[in-house]
């Protein structure tokens, strides 16, 4: 677990002036990696640090010998360490690197950006405890958790070719639904679109195979977090999901925020891990002194919607629900690295591990728009007059994240934004 060094001081400020704006998303002491290339250009992905407006290119600024992302998410946890103080110091005002290094720096509004790294395997987990309760309901009201549920970390593996990076724009999916009321299933376009509000783990060192991470190790294996859009077609889950999980429904496409926030970059912002009285506690593989004492994230994510009509108009998006990781989540980070580790599985740097939708225990905490409309009977109504209960072609969705507390530095996600057509 990161402890908290001079790379975390609230006094530090950077150089980079539009880093020290309040409510800045990257200032110094965030710095979060991304891949990037100048807009317009067909030159290769490099690595570079968001630092407020700018991205630093660390190949140019003589900092890493690498284009591969994979391969610095790989290095060692001291490693990674160092090169994060390095930044750090050479950003910092008065640094002496600022001379050479300004001349690294490309504005984010000129830069086009990629997944942040190769993503090899992908894994959705269903860590948010009241999406699960809530989605429960709608179909089991006599047992919305399943019995396994407070004891195992459930997840799936899904697709990561579909996977793309904010500002992504895929097609409606089609596949196979079934009325309640009709003999036989249908093909067609998905009617019950929705989004999932997540957070993606990205695996920085991997385990060989046949070798499981324990608790006590799991986060020195972990990267960093980047906020993750796992859209799901309801109607073809609905039909699909048994007896093996979703399939069609889930495969078509999902979307990173381009800015993973390292491990490191969050210690400030870590907070107790403690299950509700009266619950089972996990079993010794899943449990660890330090998990218990700071294993959960504070983050608070918030959802907005941005229709076509809205867009034609020049509205900004609309706010649809707002919420905090830490009550949301009943199983940490440290937790699914260990459990998808037990069995012997070998994770790969950049590997993602995604959280599983994380809707707080309110209404307006909903993660999804399936509980925010109670399964479409309850239509969302946005401040132009227009109705939603599921996605309609133009919609743009929008995930924001970011992490402040008392006596430290705000720091955040950044967004992800796509958009079906």
């Known amino acids: 677990m990161t402890t908290l060094n001079a790379t975390h001081d609230p006094k530090l400020r950077s150089w980079v002036a539009s880093a020290n704006a309040a409510g800045c998303d990257f200032p110094i002491q965030n710095l979060p990696f991304g891949r990037f290339r100048v807009a317009g250009s067909a030159e290769p992905f490099r690595i570079g640090v968001a630092i407020g407006d700018q991205v630093l290119d660390l190949r140019a600024a003589g900092l890493i010998d690498t284009e591969d992302m994979n391969v610095l998410m790989g290095a060692a946890l001291q490693e990674r360490q160092a090169l994060r103080a390095a930044i750090s110091a050479g950003l910092a005002e008065g640094s002496g690197q600022q001379a050479a290094w300004a001349k690294a720096l490309v504005a984010q509004s000129q830069a086009e950006m990629t997944v942040p790294c190769r993503i090899g ?22 047992q919305p958790l399943m019995p396994n549920y407070k004891w195992v970390p459930i997840g799936y593996h899904g697709r990561a070719s579909s996977i793309g990076v904010s500002g992504q724009q895929f097609k409606r999916p089609q596949g196979q639904t079934k009325a309640p009321d009709a003999a036989e299933p249908s093909f067609g376009p998905s009617k019950r679109l929705d989004y999932e509000l997540e957070l993606g783990f990205l695996v920085g060192r991997g385990n060989a195979l046949g070798e499981p991470i324990a608790m006590a190790d799991a986060e020195a294996h972990l990267f960093g977090v980047t906020l993750l859009n796992d859209w799901s077609a309801r109607d073809l889950q609905a039909w699909e999901y048994q007896p093996l ?9 999902s979307t990173l925020s381009p800015w993973i926030v390292t491990m490191e970059a969050l210690a400030p912002f870590r907070a107790r891990f403690e299950r509700p009285a009266g ?4 079993l010794p593989y ?9 294993g959960a994230l504070d983050i608070t994510l918030e959802v907005l919607l941005q229709t076509a009509k809205m867009r034609a108009a020049g509205e900004a998006p609309t706010r649809l629900t707002r919420g905090n990781t830490t009550e949301a989540a009943y199983w940490t980070a440290a937790q699914l690295v260990a459990h998808h580790t037990v069995n012997g599985c070998n994770l790969q740097p950049g590997d993602l591990l995604g959280s599983g939708t994380l809707s707080g225990p309110q209404p ?25 209960t599921f996605l309609e072609d133009g919609d743009t969705l929008v995930i924001r994240g970011w992490c402040e507390r008392a006596g430290a530095v705000r720091i955040g996600l950044g967004e992800v934004r796509g958009t079906v057509v």
Not at 245 to 253: Q, R
Request: glycine share 10%; hydrophobic share 30%; net charge negative.
């Open 121 to 142: 395997d992908y894994t959705d987990f269903y860590t948010g405890i009241h999406h699960a309760t809530t989605i429960g309901k709608l179909f089991r009201p006599d």
């Open 245 to 253: 999980g979703p399939f069609l429904s889930k495969n078509f496409a």
């Open 279 to 282: 619950d089972p506690q996990p």
């Open 286 to 294: 899943l449990d660890a002194p330090s998990n218990r004492a700071h």
């Open 364 to 388: 307006d905490q909903a993660g999804s728009l399936i509980e925010l409309t109670q399964g479409g009977r309850q239509p969302v109504t946005l401040p132009n007059g227009e109705q939603r």
